[in-house]
């Protein structure tokens, strides 16, 4: 069980992350061992609850809790004020108490509205990340990031609430449809090229075993294979490095910004081919290489990373090519709107070797339209 265990540790709060084949069933014990043992407010969307509502509710039940289910439509949508005011409706008309607990199963839309109806319903009550995304078991559980979307933009309003335990139950991966998965890879991907070189030839060695070269003309790409303990020990690994970069930067004063590889382009195409055109993950796919290339033409890596970067997002069935159509004018003035802009300047996160990037704010806009172009 400890192996399957790391540990964010920042200056304001410590929990555990497990990631195991199965863990939800433990998770009785750990609420227990957690102290953590009021009413139980088990938030989902109307696609998990009832593919993996049961594997929650019914050992929980079981151990004597009392729990209170509800989902929320599936989908980016929810993450909105409508859908907060309906759950707090829910918790404050079943009498919710500062003891009770959340518990957030689902994606990462999930994740973010139960953590923020957890940060400010009573004043803030214990949150438990139950992550049944790849994105969300290696990104958006981890890191106490919560909220919601505005009219004017995504996520412009939320808080910092740290969970007190994210437990992702990898077997859950195996209802969540492929291109939702794929999407997940480029973030997994993404922490091998800024952090984990080692996590980066893992994923190599996955991709030559089950993506057999000779099928790669026609699209074959890495797919799910459930009870191959490599694929449960790739997803920790990669929860490691998000595990290891927020504890040591919580509130993103300095190195959570290289989360934020493939973003400053992957954002604006999102936005740019319109939400729900491309996944976050393909959108953040394709930001990646635009970065790689941006760091090759100026230098800072050579284009061996870039070529290789490239086979690799392929594997795992990821786009590097912008969508038709989209103005390289309009991407370059949406990259200027990104929340990690300071004094008027993008703040590039681009890679120099696998497992390491640099921060710069010197990029001349003609090697982003350049990038953009090839
Ligand atoms: N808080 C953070 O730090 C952080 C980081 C990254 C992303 N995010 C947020 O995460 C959200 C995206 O998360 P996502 O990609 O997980 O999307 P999502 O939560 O919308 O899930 C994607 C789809 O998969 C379905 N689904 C989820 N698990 C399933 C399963 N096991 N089997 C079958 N279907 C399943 C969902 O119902 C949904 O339709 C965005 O809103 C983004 O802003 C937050």
């Known amino acids: 069980m400890q192996t399957d265990t790391l540990t964010v540790t920042s200056s304001t709060s410590s929990y555990p992350v497990v990631v195991a084949d199965g863990a939800l ?199 799910w294979a459930a009870g191959d303990p490599r694929f449960s020990a790739i997803i920790r690994r990669a929860v490691a490095v998000k595990v290891g970069v927020v504890s040591r930067d919580e509130r993103e004063q300095g190195e959570r910004i290289t989360l934020n590889y493939g973003h400053t382009m992957g954002h604006a195409i999102e936005a740019l081919a319109g939400y729900g055109t491309l996944l976050h993950g393909e959108a953040v796919a394709i930001g990646m290489h635009i970065a790689a290339r941006i760091a090759a033409s100026m230098g800072i890596c050579d284009l061996g990373l870039v070529k290789s970067q490239r086979a690799l997002l392929h594997a795992f069935g990821l786009p590097t090519s912008l969508p038709a159509g989209l103005d390289a004018q309009a991407l370059i003035a949406l990259t200027l709107r990104d929340k990690k802009v300071q004094a008027h300047k993008v703040r590039w996160v681009l890679p120099t070797t696998i497992g390491n990037v640099v921060i710069r704010d010197d990029v001349p806009e003609e090697l982003v339209r350049a990038a953009l172009r090839s």
């Open 25 to 223: 069933a433990t998770l009785p014990q750990r609420l227990g061992a957690l102290g953590l043992q009021g009413r139980v407010w088990l938030l989902s969307d109307t696609t998990v609850l009832p593919l993996h509502g049961a594997a929650v509710v019914a050992p929980l039940r079981t151990a004597g809790y009392t729990v209170e289910p509800f989902a929320v439509p599936a989908g980016e949508t929810s993450k909105s004020q409508t859908q907060l005011d309906a759950i707090y409706a829910w918790m404050l008309g079943g009498a919710v108490e500062r003891r009770d607990v959340v518990l957030a199963l689902g994606g990462g839309v999930v994740g973010d509205l139960a953590g923020f109806a957890a940060a400010s319903i009573l004043r803030g009550i214990p949150v438990v990340q139950l992550p049944t995304t790849l994105l969300a078991m290696v990104d958006a559980a981890v890191g106490g990031k919560t909220g919601i979307n505005h009219p004017l933009g995504k996520n412009l309003i939320g808080a910092f609430h740290q969970p007190r335990l994210v437990l992702a139950d990898t077997t859950t991966l195996t209802t969540l449809p492929p291109r939702e998965l794929c999407a997940g890879w480029a973030e997994v991907i993404k922490h091998g090229v800024i952090k984990d070189a080692g996590l980066y030839t893992e994923l190599q060695n996955l991709a030559a075993d089950y993506c057999h070269p000779a099928q790669a003309a026609q699209g074959s790409v890495v797919t």
